[in-house]
T-cell receptor, first 115, second 112 residues
Framework: DAGVIQSPRHEVTEMGQEVTLRCKPISGHNSLFWYRQTMMRGLELLIYFNNNVPIDDSGMPEDRFSAKMPNASFSTLKIQPSEPRDSAVYFC?????????????FGQGTRLTVV | KQEVTQIPAALSVPEGENLVLNCSFTDSAIYNLQWFRQDPGKGLTSLLLIQSSQREQTSGRLNASLDKSSGRSTLYIAASQPGDSATYLCAVPNSGYSTLTFGKGTMLLVSP
């Protein structure tokens, strides 16, 4: 398996524009996570899906952020409108059955810069 | 709420040294603990997963220990090499959830 695949790897956008980040989890994994990493706050969970259903979205900063998982092999994280403070690296991760008993595998991340 | 602390924040050692990275967590009711490696500009690579029933887990020159009662884990790296230079993060599942709480990481530099 190619691992968790994220696209794009880098995104530079202007403030106010819509940004869509994409993730393809490892085949057979039924849990998917979106994390955000910044120097100040480290890695923070944004949202967690299990079997394509959002289970915990308490980490989503505000209504400008939304995430979907239309099927087991694809998820998106959308920011609309984007703001400079959204600049960060966004990671997608997947695991077989949550992380209670199994490893989480991370993608390479999307580095987002909002100018 | 689970909190994870990693000490030291940064570590610089000469090649060949054995070293220990520390991780502590506030809620000891964990199912497992996972150590990751992150290279600059890259994603996280899983190194070791220790189940709560285990006390140690080994992979090559890496050995991770877990003491749930004291809320601590250590990652031991034997005979360090320049290629070990990276940031090492530990993470634990949040109580009752399948999500992970991460420490801020230890940035390791191994000089030749």
């Amino acid at each position: 398996d190619a691992g968790v695949i994220q696209s794009p790897r880098h995104e530079v956008t202007e403030m106010g524009q819509e940004v869509t980040l994409r993730c393809k989890p490892i085949s057979g994994h039924n849990s998917l996570f979106w994390y955000r990493q910044t120097m100040m706050r480290g890695l923070e969970l944004l949202i967690y899906f299990n079997n394509n259903v959002p289970i915990d979205d308490s980490g989503m900063p505000e209504d400008r952020f939304s995430a979907k998982m239309p099927n087991a092999s694809f998820s998106t994280l959308k920011i609309q409108p984007s703001e400079p403070r959204d600049s960060a690296v966004y990671f997608c991760a997947s695991s077989e059955q949550g992380t209670l008993n199994t490893e989480a595998f991370f993608g390479q991340g999307t580095r987002l810069t909002v100018v | 709420k689970q909190e994870v602390t990693q000490i030291p924040a940064a570590l610089s050692v000469p090649e060949g040294e054995n070293l220990v990275l520390n991780c502590s967590f506030t809620d000891s009711a964990i199912y497992n603990l996972q150590w990751f490696r992150q290279d600059p500009g890259k994603g996280l690579t899983s190194l070791l997963l220790i189940q709560s029933s285990q006390r140690e887990q080994t992979s090559g020159r890496l050995n991770a220990s877990l003491d749930k009662s004291s809320g601590r884990s250590t990652l031991y790296i034997a005979a360090s090499q320049p290629g070990d230079s990276a940031t090492y993060l530990c993470a634990v599942p949040n109580s009752g959830y399948s999500t992970l709480t991460f420490g801020k990481g230890t940035m390791l530099l191994v000089s030749p």
